[in-house]
């Protein structure tokens, strides 16, 4: 949705008193670079401002020659224990601090909110989550990929574009036609990546974490 500079001035005037209740700022690059101009003056400092990141889109069938990861499935609800380390993993990894302190109760419903709903698929080896991706937003028949993440130990052995293909088809076939994620544009691996699979960018969008 387009916000012009009024509209964003309008808002930043009713949220810069709501410092406490906001973790991030994200969304088009343009606007969010406007309305953080806005607000830095007095919600301060950020942790880091992540000006360019990615918005990548597929409508077609994976690259050929990327060949599915028939590994890759939807978890089912008794592996919510394998998947809160992984998705834990990916926040720290990706934020720069874990998703809870004290009580991870909350945190806990939140994936397995997505579990029940069929939204995050992994790959299980040996009792242990080595490949996760969440669809974390789905509507008007588009499909949000996020939380995507490759456990440590098997990053560099070409998992990735093929458990990202088994995403893609298993998205497309059983949830919204059109898949898409926004990545950082200094993870050039997983930009290659997705790339690989058949992704192509569309979009802008900003992050301003505070």
Not at 42 to 57: A, F, I, L
Not at 114 to 134: N, P, S
Not at 154 to 175: F, K, S
Request: no cysteine.
């Amino acid at each position: 949705m387009e916000a012009s500079s009024r509209a964003l001035g309008a808002l930043a005037a009713k949220v810069v008193r709501r410092r406490t209740w906001a973790s991030s700022v994200f969304g088009p690059a343009d606007q969010v670079m406007d309305l953080w101009g806005r607000l830095e003056r007095t919600w301060g400092k950020p942790r880091e401002v992540r000006p360019t990141q990615h918005v990548m889109t597929i409508e077609d069938p994976v690259v050929p020659g990327v060949v599915p990861d028939l590994a890759v499935r939807p978890a089912r609800p008794e592996e919510l224990e394998l998947v809160v380390p992984a998705a834990t993993a990916m926040f720290t990894e990706e934020i720069g601090y874990p998703p809870y302190q004290g009580s991870g109760v909350a945190y806990r419903r939140g994936v397995s909110g997505l579990i029940e709903r069929g939204h995050t698929l992994v790959r299980v080896e040996d009792g242990q989550v080595v490949f996760k991706a969440d669809l974390g937003s789905v509507a008007l028949g588009v499909a949000q990929v996020q939380g995507v993440w490759v456990h440590p130990g098997w990053r560099g052995r070409g998992m990735a574009a093929p458990a990202m293909a088994a995403v893609v088809e298993h998205t497309r076939r059983h949830v919204a036609r059109t898949v898409t994620l926004y990545v950082n544009d200094f993870n050039e691996p997983a930009v290659r990546t997705y790339e690989r699979v058949g992704f192509a960018r569309t979009g802008t969008f900003a992050t301003v974490l505070l």
